[in-house]
Every structure is written in structure tokens, then in C-alpha cells.
């Protein structure tokens, strides 16, 4: 019980670490800028963060959210995408245990994580993110199919039992769904429906989830339907707010990755 704990607060304080490394990434990468240089400052002042000013969460904390040489409020975005990161690192180790899915899933929920933060910044889905996201599931499936299980996520039975077929399905299926209908709304509506970011989001999550991206993109939808009709609601009253839909995707992903065999049953048994 006591290691359990240890290596439990180990997971999670690497995941707030992590997440720290993550804001660097959510801020810089949508601006061109180098990850690595110039060192942590502030984007006011220009002035350099003290290692102790950039302790995950506490800083924030004992800064009470202000920058130490101008005082410049820092948002809660940055507590936030680090206490999240520390604790979808904790939920893959409870998930999988030491085990090489646990490494899949962290990479998978920590790029989601930084994903859906950029495009709420920015409306965005950077390709080099989406990019790796993909490089990462395919040498996941490779180990899969070379004796060490990392994807997908998630169990399959008959022909979805084969990482291979389970990654191609998973790749293939949503990505034509939602195409499909990107096309057809812009060519009736004039303008964008699914952004090909989203698409593209869908695609990668294939060697994760498998056949259960489809689960993803419906809950998704679900999820961006509720948040839209409040958001449409506030536009009527002068208030214009514009969704982006990555975000539902990421966290239908977690989801679906926590719990879609339990509601493939769950759902399989109202229909039956």
C-alpha cells in the first residue's frame, strides 16, 4: 500500500512538471517561437522567472497569481493546465498500472491536454502536435504488434483484436465521417463546419481508441451541441461567443479512454 502511494505522488508530481513544460509549449508553439530559449520570463515585463517562481501550482499559489517584478496578473490557465496534467498522469498509472499502456495513455492525455488548450487560445489544432500525436500511436501499435502491448487503449474482440486493423479502422472511419460532413455543410452553408484540424485530431486518436474514435466524435458532438446552444443563447443577448470543438474531442477522448467499453454496453443495452 505504501509503495502504491509512493509511485502514485511520484506520477503525479512528474505529470505537474510536465504540465509546466506544457504551458511553455501551449504559449510558444502558436507564435513560432523556440521552446527551448529564451528561458521562462514574463510576457509583460520580459523579465526572467526564478526557479522557485516556477514551482507547479505552488508559485502561482504564494504569487497570488501576480508577476514578482511587475506585477502583472498571470492567468489560472497556468495553475490549471498543470494540476490537469499531474492528474491525467494519475489517472493512467490507476488505469493501467506499471505497465507500457500507461505510457501510451500519458502521452496521449497530456498531448490532448495541450491540444484543446491551444484551441481555445488560438481556434487551432498545430499539425506538428497532431503530427506526433500520430508518429507516437503508430510506433505504439509497432510495439503491439511486436509482443509489447502500449495500443490501443482500450480491449477488442475478433477482427478489432489486431492492433493493425483496430488503428485502421480507428483512423479511417471518424476522419471519413467527419469529412464527409465538413464538405457537405460548407458547400450548403458557404463557411466551415468541422475544421480540418479536427479531422485530423480524430484521425491520430485511431492507434489509441481503435474503432471506439467513432464513440469520441458522437459524445464530442454531444458535449459541443450542449456548450453551443448556451453560447447561442449568449450571442442573442450581444455576448458572441465561438466554440471551438477540439476541446470536446479531448475530453470525449479521456472519457472513452476511462470508460467506452462500459458505455458500449450500457448503450448496446437500451438499443436491445
Not at 496534467?85 to 507500457?100: C, I, K, N, T
Not at 460548407?186 to 471506439?212: H, I, Q, S, T
Not at 461567443?241 to 454496453?265: E, I, N
Amino acid at each position: 500500500m505504501e509503495y502504491s502511494l509512493i509511485i502514485g505522488v511520484l506520477v503525479f508530481v512528474l505529470g505537474l512538471a510536465f504540465g509546466s513544460f506544457g504551458n511553455v509549449v501551449i504559449w510558444r508553439l502558436p507564435r513560432g517561437e523556440s521552446l527551448s530559449y529564451p528561458a521562462s520570463h514574463c510576457p509583460e515585463c520580459d523579465g526572467p522567472i526564478a526557479w522557485y517562481d516556477n514551482v507547479p501550482v505552488a508559485s502561482w499559489l504564494i504569487l497570488r497569481g501576480r508577476c514578482r517584478s511587475c506585477s502583472a496578473p498571470i492567468p489560472v490557465r497556468y495553475p490549471a493546465v498543470e494540476l490537469t496534467s499531474g492528474l491525467l498522469w494519475l489517472l493512467a498509472w490507476a488505469q493501467f498500472g506499471l505497465s507500457p499502456r500507461t505510457l501510451g495513455a500519458i502521452v496521449f492525455y497530456y498531448l490532448l491536454l495541450i491540444l484543446a488548450a491551444i484551441d481555445l487560445d488560438t481556434y487551432r489544432l498545430p499539425n506538428p502536435l497532431i503530427g506526433l500525436m500520430g508518429a507516437i500511436g503508430v510506433a505504439g501499435v509497432a510495439a503491439s504488434m511486436a509482443g509489447l502491448p502500449v495500443l490501443p487503449l482500450l480491449p477488442a474482440s475478433g477482427v478489432f483484436s489486431s492492433p493493425l486493423v483496430s488503428a485502421l479502422v480507428g483512423c479511417g472511419a471518424p476522419a471519413v465521417i467527419t469529412l464527409g460532413i465538413a464538405l457537405i455543410y460548407e458547400r450548403a452553408r458557404g463557411r466551415e463546419g468541422f475544421g480540418m484540424g479536427d479531422v485530423k485530431l480524430l484521425a491520430v486518436m485511431g492507434p489509441y481508441l481503435g474503432p471506439y474514435t467513432l464513440m469520441v466524435l458522437f459524445l464530442g458532438s454531444m458535449l459541443g451541441a450542449v456548450v453551443g446552444v448556451i453560447a447561442a443563447r449568449r450571442s442573442t443577448e450581444g455576448m458572441a461567443m465561438r466554440v471551438p470543438f477540439g476541446p470536446f474531442l479531448a475530453g470525449a477522448a479521456v472519457m472513452v479512454s476511462v470508460a467506452g467499453p462500459a458505455l458500449w454496453l450500457w448503450y448496446a443495452g437500451l438499443l436491445a
